[in-house]
């Protein structure tokens, strides 16, 4: 996915900017950046790979070099940023977080005015890049925002540093990801994790609002443009992606997620489908939390049948090669054999997407001598990959389990019942149920409701966007 961190002080900001871009390590994987300007020598960048090394390792030795009141960093999932931008509208630093849909169609508009792309090793154009030349058309950042915004399908978060010592922050128009505002007395920042600041010393000031723009100096922020009441903030920031400190909203993560698992076990209690299980198990580390919900709520002891070895791969998707990504996932499960062997387990996990690592992690268990493994999924069957955030990697809707299953049972024709399948409590949905648990190994499977699961995130319904799981905007 991807994030940044911004900061502008009446003092130096490069530690703030280090560790809040450091603090966002967990929603990206491939590449981050820093940059920070200053009066006298202008802007200072640095741009590394972070697939095999952290974050804090390879900007450390870069520290020295900058110096500072006003900086941002970033962490991407995709392309190389922020980037330096000069233009009519003078020179500014830029990182954007989000999904560009109809790329081709926005190149194809700049081929009668002579603009040229620079074209990546891959031969894609650099997202960041793209919606710089989108902005550049207009005659103020603001309004080149705005356009950027609206010509997009998809969704645009970003930052700008501008040549004289300002930051000026969009959340997406649907506010699709957060942005929060803190203070600390001498200055402000900007980030998506509200943990961030509050360890750095800032307090909570201001959360945007979807479509809404905010100028930050080191004397305060003001507010640009005003938020639009429509919003569909990503559900998944409390399921997986968001850090369990933070909060969005108004609701902190950790929370959603004991009240999740707590409502998963009541409706299995309430249907007959609560296994008598010797324990209760969270998948590491975002399904932790699921799982102690749903062993509170169901009366079942807690434990942890294995941990993940994270000192030195503290991410198993982080190197580029799939069979190393596949080698270290099996190498970090670290078995606590006297809480498998001949148990019964049930393990939450955040969500079930494609599967494969989870297999793995099945087998594994039967492996290390469990009696029984039974399986829930602390969110719907996702069923439609994401359009929005890119959540989802998966080049085709059918390589998504629950999706492939339909596929095998009803061939096209599932397509028209999808919103069945999605039922668990469906004729439909338990036939799903039952063909990925022929797959997988367990010996039960259920997911979470997509009415629980709002029920747990507690705020407006229609706020929240559910695409992945209904495939409605």
């Given at each position: ?31 981050a ?12 960048r640095?741009?590394h ?6 974050f804090?390792t ?24 922020p980037?330096l ?27 009668g ?41 998809g969704?645009l ?11 000026i922050?969009a ?24 943990f ?46 968001g ?16 009240r ?57 998707f ?44 099945i ?111």
């Amino acid at each position: 996915m991807g994030a940044f961190f911004g900061a502008a002080s009446h003092r130096d900001v490069v530690l703030d900017v280090f560790f809040g871009v450091d603090y966002h390590s967990h929603l990206g994987t491939r590449r981050a950046g820093m940059v920070i300007w200053n009066g006298t020598s202008g802007f200072t960048r640095e741009i590394h790979s972070i697939e095999n090394t952290p974050f804090r390792t390879k900007f450390e030795k870069d520290l020295t070099g900058f110096s500072g009141n006003v900086g941002m960093g970033c962490i991407s999932d995709s392309d190389p940023q922020p980037l330096l931008v000069r233009s009519h509208l003078g020179v500014f630093a830029l990182a954007t977080v989000g999904a560009i849909n109809n790329t081709d169609a926005l190149i194809k508009s700049f081929t009668g005015v002579g603009h040229q792309f620079m074209a990546m090793s891959s031969g894609d154009v650099n997202a960041t890049e793209l919606v710089a030349a989108l902005i550049n058309t207009q005659d103020d950042l603001v309004s080149g925002i705005q356009y950027a915004q609206d010509q997009i399908e998809g969704s645009l978060t970003l930052l700008v540093m501008t040549d004289h010592g300002e930051l000026i922050a969009a959340r997406d128009k649907m506010g699709r990801l957060p942005v929060l505002i803190g203070g600390d007395g001498e200055g402000h920042c900007v980030t998506f994790e509200s943990f961030a600041y509050g360890k750095l010393g800032y307090v909570d000031e201001h959360e945007l609002g979807p479509g809404e723009i905010v100028s930050i100096t080191p004397d305060g922020y003001e507010v640009l443009v005003q938020p639009r009441d429509e919003m569909r903030i990503c559900a998944f920031l409390w399921v997986y992606y968001g850090y369990p400190n933070s909060n969005y909203e108004g609701v902190n993560v950790e929370v959603m997620r004991y009240r999740n698992g707590a409502i998963m076990a009541r409706d299995d209690a309430r249907h007959g489908l609560l296994p008598d299980v010797d324990y209760v198990a969270g998948v590491p580390d975002s399904g932790l939390p699921h799982g102690i919900g749903y062993a509170t709520e169901s009366g079942r002891p807690f434990a942890r049948p294995f941990v993940k070895y994270t000192p030195t791969w503290p991410r198993s998707f982080m190197p580029a090669n799939q069979d190393v990504r596949n080698r270290v996932a099996k190498m970090k499960q670290i078995p606590v054999p006297e809480l498998i062997h001949g148990k019964r387990l049930l393990f939450v996990d955040d969500s079930i997407v494609r599967g494969t690592q989870l297999r793995e992690t099945i087998d594994f268990l039967y492996g290390a001598g469990a009696a029984e493994v039974h399986m829930r999924s602390a969110c719907p069957p996702i069923m439609f990959g994401c359009k929005y955030l890119s959540f989802s990697r998966s080049r085709s809707d059918y390589e998504l389990i629950a999706r492939r299953k339909v596929l095998e049972l009803e061939g096209e024709a599932g397509e028209r019942h999808l919103d069945e399948y999605a039922d668990v409590h469906t004729e439909r949905g338990q036939c799903m149920l039952r063909a990925i648990c022929e797959e997988m190994g367990f010996d039960s499977l259920n997911y979470q409701t997509l009415d629980g699961l709002l029920d747990a995130i507690g705020i407006d319904r229609k706020l929240i966007c559910t695409y992945c799981w209904s495939g409605r905007e």
